[in-house]
Structure formats: C-alpha cells, structure tokens
T-cell receptor, first 112, second 110 residues
Framework: EAQVTQNPRYLITVTGKKLTVTCSQNMNHEYMSWYRQDPGLGLRQIYYSMNVEVTDKGDVPEGYKVSRKEKRNFPLILESPSPNQTSLYFC???WGQGVEQYFGPGTRLTVT | GEDVEQSLFLSVREGDSSVINCTYTDSSSTYLYWYKQEPGAGLQLLTYIFSNMDMKQDQRLTVLLNKKDKHLSLRIADTQTGDSAIYFCADWGNGQNFVFGPGTRLSVLP
C-alpha cells in the first residue's frame, strides 16, 4: 500500500530535549516536505527536499533541521524544542513539485 | 509573501449544497487545490484545477475559478454527514512551495 508513515504519532517532551520525528514514504517520490498545522493558520511549510541531499527552507524553518540521506526518509529534528513548537506536524511527499502531495497521518507534539 | 484566505466555519443541513470559498494573492498561480482533512487524519487531495480553467466538475464536487478576482470555490452537492471535515484551499505558483489557507471546518447537520 502506497503510504507516508510518521513516528511517533504523539509525543510529549520538555523544553530543550532534542527529538526527531521520522518520516518515510514507499512511493519513490522525489519531493518531500514538512508542515506544521496550528489552529486558524492552516499548514505552514517548515522545510522541503527536492531530492537526496537537496533541502531548502520553507516559510517557518527556525528551530528545525532536516536531512535527506535516502530518498524514502526525511526526518525532522528539533535540537532544542521550545513550547512554541507545540503543534501538529505533517510530512508529505510527491513525485514532483506542484503536484498532488500525499500526507502522513500527523505527529502531535507537546513541549512543556 | 503569498496569502490564501478562507472563512473558518460553515454549517449546512444534510442534503443541501455546501459552498466553500477561498481567495488568494499569487498572480502566478499554476495549480489550485482542495484538500480534505478528516478528524485525526492527514490531508487528502479532493480535486485541483489548472489556472487556465474556469470550472471543473467531479461527481458531487464543482470547482469554480475566477482568476481575475483570484477567487476559488468548492461546491459539494447533496452534502452528507461524511463530508464533515476541514477543507483546505492550497495554491502552487512560481514559488517552491504550497501555500495553504487556514481551512474551513464544514459541519453537516442532520
């Protein structure tokens, strides 16, 4: 089954404790992206990647890092999480830019 | 930067038509999309329209695009309780990323 998976689905952590949210897709898509969803703001793009070893900032990259060492994986790293990073995070992939994106189920992160 | 606006809430009665509206600022939009988010789930693509089209129909869904006014709408005919969800308008232009609206929460009343 074609899908985007994210782990963990739920995470509660404390300020400053480094964490990684994994994202994996099995569709051989080149384009992958991370979004955060906040009430009333819709989805805002954090980082995207057009291919292996090619990443770029989206609209709200501050406080986040990503890497793309393999085509299927695109982890999101929070080196020192803060409470304003409490949000619902989505990973998405597509075969190219500007075409249908397939979304993962989301990771709800709470930073206390 | 580019912006996409939507009203946040819409309530309709089962069997009525729903119309969800969206406005955008990107004059170079190539594609405009409608995504649906059900509770606890990610987003799923409902439909999309090329910027050189005025209308697209897909079963119960009708998308209208007024490029002059930068206005996009999604009409759902014969709305059912299963259509209750958040609907996002999204724009892809000459930039490198999608711009999403805040989402419209559609509530279908029995």
């Amino acid at each position: 089954e074609a899908q985007v998976t994210q782990n963990p689905r739920y995470l509660i952590t404390v300020t400053g404790k480094k964490l990684t949210v994994t994202c994996s897709q099995n569709m051989n898509h080149e384009y992958m992206s991370w979004y955060r969803q906040d009430p009333g703001l819709g989805l805002r793009q954090i980082y995207y990647s057009m291919n292996v070893e090619v990443t770029d900032k989206g609209d709200v990259p501050e406080g986040y890092k990503v890497s793309r060492k393999e085509k299927r994986n695109f982890p999101l790293i929070l080196e020192s999480p803060s409470p304003n990073q409490t949000s619902l995070y989505f990973c998405a992939s597509s075969w190219g830019q500007g075409v249908e994106q397939y979304f993962g189920p989301g990771t709800r992160l709470t930073v206390t | 930067g580019e912006d996409v606006e939507q009203s946040l809430f819409l309530s309709v009665r089962e069997g009525d038509s729903s119309v969800i509206n969206c406005t955008y600022t990107d004059s170079s939009s190539t594609y405009l999309y409608w995504y649906k988010q059900e509770p606890g789930a990610g987003l799923q693509l409902l439909t999309y329209i090329f910027s050189n089209m005025d209308m697209k129909q897909d079963q119960r869904l009708t998308v209208l695009l007024n490029k002059k006014d930068k206005h996009l709408s999604l009409r759902i005919a014969d709305t059912q309780t299963g259509d209750s969800a958040i609907y996002f308008c999204a724009d892809w232009g000459n930039g490198q990323n999608f711009v999403f609206g805040p989402g419209t929460r559609l509530s279908v009343l029995p």
